[in-house]
Nanobody, 115 residues
Framework: VQLQASGGGLVQAGDSLRLSCAAS????????MGWYRQTPGKQRELVAR???????NYADSVKGRCIISRDNAKKAVVLQMNNLKPEDTAVYFC??????????WGPGTQVTVSS
């Protein structure tokens, strides 16, 4: 199973970014899909996740600024991030988990927000 993410980059505060991630390989019946982020010296933290039923969870720090969505047919998840802040700077990781509890991570994509 491979996860391929795209959409990271360098932006200014107040800008928007759209992170996309697609799973390929032998993964079926995906339960959770989501995005985490990590900065040097800190633990990886949840940004947003979405279940197969469409229920969503967001970190308090991004509520109202981010929207997560998924395309089950394409095994893809998208994170739309608006009004980005310098504190959003991190490496963002896509993750999926199937109903058997098998979890997979993407390689990470850098998001840098300048003030």
């Amino acid at each position: 199973v491979q996860l391929q993410a795209s959409g990271g980059g360098l932006v200014q505060a107040g800008d928007s970014l759209r992170l996309s991630c697609a799973a390929s390989g032998s993964i079926f019946n995906i339960d959770f899909m989501g995005w985490y982020r990590q900065t040097p010296g800190k633990q990886r933290e949840l940004v947003a996740r979405i279940t197969s039923a469409g229920s969503t969870n967001y970190a308090d720090s991004v509520k109202g600024r981010c929207i997560i969505s998924r395309d089950n047919a394409k095994k893809a998840v998208v994170l739309q991030m608006n009004n980005l802040k310098p504190e959003d700077t991190a490496v963002y990781f896509c993750t999926v988990r199937d109903f058997r509890g098998n979890g997979y991570w993407g390689p990470g994509t850098q998001v840098t927000v300048s003030s």
